[in-house]
């Protein structure tokens, strides 16, 4: 039960952030490279704050291994939806998410049964749904970068199966991240383009939806199987998609209901224990 409620918190988590990136970068509000930056920034110091206000020592300090992973994923990431759009982007940033985990896994010994490979083609199949129809042909170099970003965020989770304090582990990465990434958009921020709302939205990605959320997604991976951790996370375009509707008026369509039938039976699959 822990492992599932921290997981579902985490999966909420990522989809807020797809809301509020969303909302910041679509509405011109923020420039990318910012965004970026204060997201990380702003991640760090709220993991710092909560990290010295615990009473227990800190067991870990994170990695350099994660720290660039972090890094990487959050520069590819940005630049690659300057060139790609959206449907498209997602397609590519979990598919490369799962070829990451779920290869890893299987080089490691994990062996998910017969049902679990039908769970994994039902929810692949939902996210195609949702994302293919109306997709454009994607720029190369923007398709390389998302591939690339859904490698990273792929290392970057299966690090976190190591981990033995989430807290104290995602701060130090979210520091080392922080300065990597800085040193890596240096050269796009001379069109800085900031507003108060921007900045907001930044802010609450960045400590709350990130900082918090990748905390918890640390404290729940440990108890997940790498195949079964990648599978999970097909899970955020569908709940953004439903959140959106919910949130911000969006129409709730029918390729959505089918692509978020088709992904809830792939995971139901996966989790449900059948005698």
Known sequence: ????????????????????????????????PSFTLIRLITGALTLAVLLRARPARPSGRGSWL???????YAVAFTVAYTRIGAAVGALLLF??????????????????RRID?????????GLAALTLPGATAPDIL??????????????????????????ANTAGNFVRATALTALALAPTLAGVR???????LATLSGSL???????????ALPALAAWRAALLQLLVPVLTALLA???????????????????????????????
């Open 209 to 219: 939806a990130s900082g918090v959320g990748y905390t918890l997604w640390y404290a």
């Open 66 to 72: 994660s720290g660039a992973a972090l890094a990487g």
């Open 117 to 125: 490979w039908v769970g994994v083609a039902l929810a692949m199949l």
């Open 245 to 275: 509707a919910a949130l911000l008026a969006e129409v709730i369509t029918g390729r959505l209901v089918v692509a978020a039938m088709l992904v809830l039976a792939g995971v139901w699959l996966t989790i449900h224990r059948t005698r």
């Open 142 to 167: 923007g398709a390389a970068l998302m591939l690339a970003a859904g490698a990273c965020w792929g290392v970057y989770s299966l690090a976190g199966r190591q981990s033995r304090d989430p807290l």
């Open 95 to 112: 598919g490369a998410v799962q070829i990451t985990m779920t290869g890893t896994g299987l080089v490691r010994g994990e062996r998910p």
């Open 1 to 32: 039960m822990r492992t599932a409620l921290l997981t579902a918190a985490a999966l909420l988590g990522f989809s807020a952030n797809s809301l509020l990136t969303r909302a910041a970068l679509g509405n011109d509000l923020i420039d990318a």
């Open 194 to 200: 900031l507003s108060v709302d921007g900045v907001l």
